[in-house]
């Protein structure tokens, strides 16, 4: 368990969608911190998409929690950021960098990560980037 949820954060860093999408299932359900669930491994690989281009972000200080049976886990960490580009109902992107404390979620089906739910400060990233 505590390896795919690694596996997961080095492809995220690595900004390597594919390898993140191998983690996760086919029914992955994704719990964003401000908006709705998404389902499946498509709508994953979407709002992907959509983030590399809005932001560009590396995770620090990474600690890796698991339960006892293999199918829960979490994970705390630092976002890293630059706004690249304007998000819909955002504050205007002009590069603002930003750094803000998140974790995850996660549940686990057959050794991949079959739902996923992050959460970090929305203000403090909007009074960062303003």
Not at 25 to 40: F, K, M, P, S, Y
Request: charged content about 20%; aromatic content about 12%; glycine content about 8%.
């Amino acid at each position: 368990m505590h390896d795919v949820i690694h596996r997961y954060f080095n492809a995220f860093n690595a900004k390597d969608t594919e390898a993140m999408l191998a983690c996760v299932t086919e029914d992955l359900a994704h719990h964003v911190n401000e908006g709705q669930v998404r389902t499946g491994r498509a709508a994953f690989a979407e709002f992907c998409a959509h983030m590399c281009r809005c932001y560009d972000e590396r995770l620090t200080e990474m600690v890796i929690f698991t339960a006892e049976g293999g199918t829960r886990g979490a994970a705390e960490y630092m976002v890293n950021g630059t706004y690249l580009e304007t998000d819909a109902g955002l504050p205007e992107a002009r590069g603002q960098t930003y750094r803000l404390p998140a974790g995850s979620f996660f549940t686990l089906t057959d050794g991949l990560i079959s739902r996923v739910t992050t959460y970090y400060n929305l203000a403090d990233w909007l009074r960062q980037v303003k």
